[in-house]
Every structure is written in structure tokens, then in C-alpha cells.
């Protein structure tokens, strides 16, 4: 399968890639600076530009068949980079005829089915007050692509680890999951759904 992958860069981006990669996928990802990505591998393209350039996203989801997404908010000045970013990937990919796209997203984005515990609650206000246009602007991208007509499933993920794989999961909804996941986790799950439909139109949380 070839894959398009945005946020290839970071630090789950970058475990993603690679177990994309390993998996025998071909991927075609964007960067800043193509340069400073060390992953260096026969079926692996990346081009340079910016979410934020339509040409540059239409250029790396033109002639694939699933579009992966792990971009996140780098600041929490009211910029919603990511939500405008969104845009771009979702009409590439209606141009291109590219149906599948699985993206992730902080747990403090809410899901109808969630079952928020205190703590839950807690966390969630601390993030709203803390960090609340970063997650405004998640929360724009999960709407809209809860609105678009892709096959389209949300991973919903707590704090982010750099633990090794721990090969079990958690998998529900904010008040199932715990607060921990390690990254390379995240990719694993992520990359099983481009073969299963069981969170089509979902959007789980997971967590180790």
C-alpha cells in the first residue's frame, strides 16, 4: 500500500514511518527540511513544503491510498495551523479520490461515548486552561473530519511516552484507557486500521 503520512517528522512520526516501512508499505511524506530526517529507505519519498501550502500537501496524497495523519499543535498561539492544514489534506484528497484517513488526536478532544472520570475531568480542564487554542485547534480537525466523506477513523491518545513497545493495549473511550501510552504503540495501532474496519468512522482512545 502506499501511504501518505503528515507529521512524519516527530517523535511518533518518525516510529510511524519506519514500521510503515517495515511493514512493506511505500510512503510518501513532507518536510520542512527534507535533510534532516534521517530515515533513509528505497520506498520512502519525501518531499519538501508545508501543510499549509495546498500544492505541496496535493503532491504527497496524488497517487496514494490511505492518508495517516499524527500533526499536533507545536505552540498555543491561536494560529489553528493544523485545523487549515486539515483542510488542504481533505480536499486533496476528494481531488485525488484517496478515501481512507487516520489521524490521531489528544484524548481531551471528546467523543460522544466517552465516560470521563474525575480525573478525566481534572485533566481536561488543566488542558483547557493550560494549552486551550492548541486544543481548539485539534478539536476543529476531528470535526472536520468527522464531517468530511472519508472513510476516516480518530485515534485518541493520553500523554505520549518514549517507553518501548509494550504490545498490549487499552482500547475504548476516555474513562476505559489509562494515562500513559508509548509511541510506538500509537504507530503500531494506527497502521493495523489501514486492514481493519472495526473503528471505521470511530474514534477510540488507547492507551498501554
Request: hydrophobic share 40%.
Amino acid at each position: 500500500m502506499k501511504i501518505a503520512i503528515f507529521g512524519g517528522t516527530g517523535k511518533t512520526g518518525q516510529h510511524l514511518v519506519q514500521q510503515a516501512l517495515d511493514a512493506g508499505h511505500e510512503v510518501v511524506m513532507l518536510a520542512r527540511t527534507p535533510s534532516n530526517f534521517t530515515i533513509r529507505h528505497p520506498k520512502l519519498t519525501v518531499l519538501q513544503g508545508d501543510i499549509l501550502d495546498a500544492e505541496h500537501v496535493e503532491a504527497v496524497i496524488q497517487g496514494t491510498d490511505a492518508v495517516m495523519s499524527v500533526l499536533g499543535p507545536r505552540s498555543n498561539k491561536p494560529e489553528f495551523v493544523i485545523s487549515q492544514g486539515i483542510d488542504h489534506i481533505l480536499n486533496a484528497m476528494k481531488q485525488h479520490n484517496v478515501r481512507r484517513i487516520i489521524i490521531s488526536a489528544g484524548a481531551g478532544v471528546r467523543d460522544p461515548l466517552d465516560k470521563p472520570k474525575f480525573i478525566d475531568h481534572l485533566f481536561g480542564f488543566l488542558l483547557n486552561l493550560l494549552s486551550k487554542n492548541a486544543v481548539e485547534d485539534m478539536k476543529q480537525v476531528v470535526a472536520k473530519v468527522r464531517d468530511s466523506d472519508r472513510d476516516w477513523s480518530v485515534i485518541r491518545v493520553p500523554m505520549l511516552t518514549d517507553q518501548p513497545p509494550q504490545g498490549t493495549l487499552k482500547i475504548g473511550y476516555v474513562g476505559d484507557i489509562t494515562s500513559r501510552l508509548s509511541r510506538a504503540d500509537m504507530a503500531a495501532f494506527m497502521l493495523k486500521q489501514l486492514d481493519d474496519d472495526t473503528y471505521l468512522k470511530k474514534a477510540p482512545a488507547i492507551s498501554n
